[in-house]
Nanobody, 127 residues
Framework: QVQLVESGGGSVQSGGSLRLACAAS????????MGWFRQTPGKEREGVAS???????SYVDSVQGRFAISQDNAKKTLYLQMNSLKVEDTAMYYC?????????????????????WGQGTQVTVSS
């Protein structure tokens, strides 16, 4: 069965770093592009970083310059390096996959085009 399994979340001090990972299995990995979303109670799930069909990466303004998305195709694993973490980065982080044909930069953060979702990993940043 299709599985996206996140890991690497935890509690850190502001200014610290974390590296999230998402291991994919059960589907044709190369036919999809993957990204990261996050959600806090009472707010909509928002896109954080995503890889587009052309290989470029999209980032939400609030994490630009601090976060970096990458992947290891051989391991079918997606990563999110998070540096200079802020309290406002606290959220449940989810990895997700969208079909290649819907992986333009224009819809990088459109939730409905992502058809596969992980269970989430909690990131808590304290002051």
């Amino acid at each position: 069965q299709v599985q996206l399994v996140e890991s690497g979340g935890g509690s850190v001090q502001s200014g610290g770093s974390l590296r999230l990972a998402c291991a994919a299995s059960g589907y044709a990995y190369s036919n999809y592009r993957m990204g990261w979303f996050r959600q806090t109670p009472g707010k909509e799930r928002e896109g954080v970083a995503s890889i587009n069909a052309d290989g470029s990466a999209s980032y939400v303004d609030s994490v630009q310059g601090r976060f970096a998305i990458s992947q290891d195709n051989a391991k079918k694993t997606l990563y999110l390096q998070m540096n200079s973490l802020k309290v406002e980065d606290t959220a449940m982080y989810y990895c997700a996959a969208r079909p290649y044909s819907y992986s333009s930069s224009a819809n990088a953060f459109v939730r409905r085009v992502y058809t596969k979702w992980g269970q989430g990993t909690q990131v808590t940043v304290s002051s």
